[in-house]
């Protein structure tokens, strides 16, 4: 059975991981795998996904490196309040924005810190500082306010390093103002599942068929599936190929 979903021919998108305990692997960076399948489910495209150090300039030599392929760029980790959180000092140094305290973030941390009978420290206060002009994000889990920063022709996204403080801002913030600036126009995507192929030998006869259409197609081996899909402009018509691929799956269960 053929599952096509609507996606967009859109502009790229770059995913930056920031933290010290990422390249040492301490943690998994989920949220990157996390923001690409559901980026790539709406049809935008990934540009790539870049892990840093806390450190300014290694933050600033990735962003100038994905830009040269990317308009927007997502970034994760490094907001909280130690000295080793550097990210809101490289997003300023790169868009020339200086930053500015907002008591908005601060009344938060405060009200939040106090609601769970600890002690405010005065190394919070880093985690107020937002670049000129930045749009905030609302933090319900955590101290860390992410944050939209429209500049240089570009988007940037910043981002708290929790899944649990980044998917309501990511869900309810990054992917309307993605939509919002034409990342996510419609092409179409079919699925198709075959039983009773090694991948090489689908493969093979799949991309036989798909020669005379205008889609790109791509494999993935789910055992004891192998996943088909096949890309295509919104505006093309490939039900032909569907049809044909349909016939070559159902002729192995004979």
């Known amino acids: 059975m053929v599952n096509q979903v609507l996606q967009s021919i859109p502009r790229k998108v770059s995913l930056l991981t920031i933290g010290d305990e990422i390249l040492e692997g301490d943690i998994q960076d989920t949220n990157s795998n996390h923001f690409a399948k559901v980026i790539s489910e709406r049809g935008g495209v990934i540009h790539q996904c870049v892990q840093v150090v806390d450190d300014i300039a290694e933050i600033v030599d990735a962003m100038r490196y994905l830009s040269k392929g990317s308009s927007a760029i997502i970034l994760t980790g490094g907001l909280g309040p130690t000295s080793d959180d550097k990210t809101r000092f490289a997003i300023s140094e790169y868009t020339g924005k200086p930053l500015y305290e907002d008591d908005r973030a601060w009344q938060h941390i405060v009200a939040l810190v106090t609601s769970r009978h600890r002690t405010v420290h005065d190394s919070n206060k880093q985690q107020t500082l937002f670049p000129e002009g930045a749009e905030l994000y609302h933090n319900e889990m955590g101290t860390a306010y992410g944050c939209y920063i429209a500049a240089n022709d570009q988007h940037l996204f910043m981002l708290p390093g929790p899944p649990r403080e980044n998917l309501p801002m ?85």
């Open 170 to 254: 990511f869900e309810g913030r990054v992917l309307p103002t993605l939509a919002e600036h034409d990342y996510f126009n419609h092409r179409k995507i079919y699925r198709l599942l075959a039983t009773g192929f090694t991948e090489s030998e689908i493969a093979a006869r799949v991309d036989e068929l798909a020669k005379a259409y205008p889609c790109q197609t791509g494999y993935r081996f789910m055992s004891p599936n192998v996943e088909i899909k096949i890309k295509t402009a919104s505006d093309e018509d490939v039900d032909d190929l569907i049809k044909q691929i349909e016939a070559l799956i159902e002729s192995r269960k004979k």
